[in-house]
């Protein structure tokens, strides 16, 4: 049984993994009750699903593509079945942040092995990606990415000339 609390659990964390983050989009958002929970904490938050429940959120009645305009400061989703992979591509292509709760993979892999993959997927793509728990009942690890941070090399003086 799924855990009632997951949707104000996520709209948590995420809110303190991305304290700077005014725009979410919520990908595979079904009914729009994590959009309702990341808009109560003050997100503007956007929802895309093909199956609108007509919940009173910001919606998007579509799939969510990569080349979906961004106008967002993260990407997320709470067990977005088959669009979980591209949650991640999405972040990496746009410079953004990502939160995800996988519960089952688009391509017939193992949890564990989905996880793994995520995670490698997400560092490929110059992600800094880590693992964390939500305190719930059922699927409750999150991936979390964030753009890697270009370190510059100071300037040094050239010796020999």
């Known amino acids: ?30 009914m729009g009750k994590l959009n309702e929970a990341l808009t109560a904490r003050g997100l503007l938050a956007t929802t895309f699903d093909k199956r609108w429940k007509h919940a009173d959120v910001r919606y998007a ?16 989703g709470m067990h977005p079945d088959g669009a979980t992979r591209i949650i991640v591509e999405y972040a990496a292509k746009h410079g953004v942040g990502f939160a995800i709760v996988p519960c089952c993979s688009d391509n017939g892999m193992p949890y564990k092995p989905w996880m793994r993959h995520l995670a490698e997927l997400g560092g490929q793509l110059g992600l800094d990606v880590a693992e964390a728990a939500l305190d719930m009942q059922g699927r409750s690890r999150v991936l979390v990415g964030r753009p890697k941070v270009a370190i510059s090399a100071p300037d040094l003086p050239l010796v020999g000339h």
Do not use: H, N, S, Y
């Open 61 to 76: 009645e579509r799939l969510f593509t990569l080349d979906e305009p961004c106008e967002c400061d993260a990407v997320v």
């Open 1 to 30: 049984m799924a855990d009632k609390r997951r949707f104000e659990l996520f709209a948590q964390f995420v809110t303190q993994q991305f304290p700077e983050a005014r725009r979410v989009f919520d990908i595979a958002g079904g």
